[in-house]
T-cell receptor, first 119, second 114 residues
Framework: GAVVSQHPSRVICKSGTSVKIECRSLDFQATTMFWYRQFPKQSLMLMATSNEGSKATYEQGVEKDKFLINHASLTLSTLTVTSAHPEDSSFYIC???????????????FGPGTRLTVL | GNSVTQMEGPVTLSEEAFLTINCTYTATGYPSLFWYVQYPGEGLQLLLKATKADDKGSNKGFEATYRKETTSFHLEKGSVQVSDSAVYFCALSGPNFGNEKLTFGTGTRLTIIP
């Protein structure tokens, strides 16, 4: 099946630094990728939709200057948390939709997630 | 807007027990409905889906039926195994064609004991 990887799986950084998280579709091309944030014992909250070759679409309440998204190729999207603060600590998950997939089913393939801890 | 409410966990069952995880939703029109499973240390995997009313999704012994009249998509399995221990998420997308955004429930942690 379709595989999505994320790197790193876990990162600890100091407050004020920036952290980049990569999301790769390993065996398919993805024009659209999604970034989610998951708080403990809570649901996944969609942060933004990443479109290859164009600007990302952010959900209401998500700061685009804080969470920079780049989708430079059909297999890679990156999320950069700029000037990270302890409240940014969370589990970040990406997903990708197969470009050749059936839109009607809206199936997304998920990465394993990245645990960010900001000290 | 769209929302999904699912049974709070954690749920602990003995092996071979019957499983039901309730899920109800709020959406206009006819969304697509999904159950995702997240095994420890792994990403979410699509378990099953249903795209229209009265459809039944099934996979690995799990079933869920799209009930428009009760706006529900309850997950069931007749005999659970230890390997079914995971977190289960109910989700919906749409209802408009091409609307890819997924709205998730809070997840239900299931633990099966031998």
């Amino acid at each position: 099946g379709a595989v999505v990887s994320q790197h790193p799986s876990r990162v600890i950084c100091k407050s004020g630094t920036s952290v980049k998280i990569e999301c790769r579709s390993l065996d398919f091309q993805a024009t659209t990728m999604f970034w989610y944030r998951q708080f403990p014992k809570q649901s996944l909250m969609l942060m933004a939709t990443s479109n290859e070759g164009s600007k990302a679409t952010y959900e209401q309440g998500v700061e685009k200057d804080k969470f920079l998204i780049n989708h430079a190729s059909l297999t890679l999207s990156t999320l950069t948390v700029t000037s990270a603060h302890p409240e940014d600590s969370s589990f970040y998950i990406c997903s990708a939709r197969d470009t050749e997939g059936i839109i009607l089913y809206n199936e997304q393939f998920f990465g394993p997630g990245t645990r960010l801890t900001v000290l | 807007g769209n929302s999904v409410t699912q049974m709070e966990g954690p749920v602990t069952l003995s092996e071979e027990a019957f499983l039901t995880i309730n899920c109800t939703y709020t959406a206009t029109g006819y969304p697509s409905l999904f159950w995702y499973v997240q095994y420890p240390g792994e990403g979410l995997q699509l378990l099953l889906k249903a795209t229209k009313a009265d459809d039944k999704g099934s996979n690995k012994g799990f079933e869920a039926t799209y009930r428009k009249e009760t706006t529900s998509f309850h997950l069931e399995k007749g005999s659970v195994q230890v390997s079914d221990s995971a977190v289960y998420f109910c989700a919906l997308s749409g209802p408009n064609f091409g609307n890819e955004k997924l709205t998730f429930g809070t997840g239900t942690r299931l633990t099966i004991i031998p």
